[in-house]
């Protein structure tokens, strides 16, 4: 074989490879993954971006797996991997037909969003007090599903988020329950002002939402569970309703779970549970109560107690009683351990 055949073989190998195997990739692979339909039903996915840099965010569900890549929640990393293309025949049905391989590490940043997982009460609208006699609105975030709920003082509502960024977020229009409400409260406003939502940001375990403007239009406070008052996770027995001494053979009764957010127990006939929606060392909101529907020779005391649990909003431990208050700070229910 001669010099000029021997140039021309190598040539061709190498035109060989550069069709079977493409150019490498840089990603940014994002801190929180998000449930995706991979065609064989639904798994986590991780979240990517292409490009060099984060300014112009775009992620997107990626939903292949990259070989020698470790995820870690709460970082992005970006990443140079090596894609290559796989034979059709040794493909699944519901996989990739592109292999990907981590080459290197480039970058690694905290992800903003993380901190966005957890229960908040609102603490602001329009940057102007808030009445302390209402019940403030609460909100929640579900990554996994991008969604966000709560309750908005006395309807639960809940939406899906649209496009999620280290700063942008897009709320679609949600929906909520249509309970009509007697006590005082915020939630249309709320509602109207949440809509407008167009950027956060975390700092000190406030989250601050933005309109288009930059202005900030909502504040809220983290509810950190673990600095909550120990004492109220014990067996509760009830003594007063609306401030009357309670007269019957069977008493209400009540337990808090602060590990699983939940308050239970018996109001004097059925069993009782619902959602704590907020709690910090004073305020308390409830979501709908459940309870059995038994029919028992007294049902005087149950139907006052669930009617008063209905208007907590609030606590205090005075004396050894637990004293549940409503938004005017008037005592609804009073509790001894």
Known sequence: MNFKSIVSFIAGLVILQSCSTSKNDVLWVGGVKTECDAGAGKTECLKVFKGEDLKDEKW??????????????G????????????????????????KYTLVKELDKKEDPRVHLKDNWVLASMNGGPLNKMVVLPTLNFDLNEMRISGNGGCNLYSAEIEGLTSKKIQI?????????????????????????????????EVLSFYDKSGKEILSFIKVNTSKLNTELVVEWKNIRIDEEEI????????????????????????????????????????????????????????????????????YKIENGELILLDNQGKEKLAFVK
């Open 172 to 204: 679609k229009q949600g929906l909520a329950t249509l309970k009509a409400c007697n006590n005082e409260n915020i939630e249309d406003e709320y509602n109207k002002i949440l809509s407008e939502t167009e950027a956060y940001k975390v700092k000190d």
């Open 60 to 73: 997107q569900d990626f939903y292949s797996h990259i070989e020698g890549f470790e995820y870690e929640e």
């Open 247 to 314: 007269n019957a053979e069977s008493t209400p009764e009540m337990v808090f779970d602060l590990k699983e957010m939940r308050v239970g127990g018996v109001d004097g006939c059925n069993s009782f549970n619902a959602t704590i929606e907020s709690i910090s060392n004073t305020d308390l909101l409830l979501g709908p109560i459940a309870s059995t529907k038994m029919m028992c020779h007294e049902m005087e005391v149950p139907k006052l107690f669930l009617d008063a649990m209905h208007h907590v909003v609030a």
């Open 75 to 98: 970082y992005m990393k970006k990443i140079e991997v090596m894609k290559k293309d796989v034979d059709n025949k040794e493909v699944p049905a519901d996989a990739s037909s592109i």
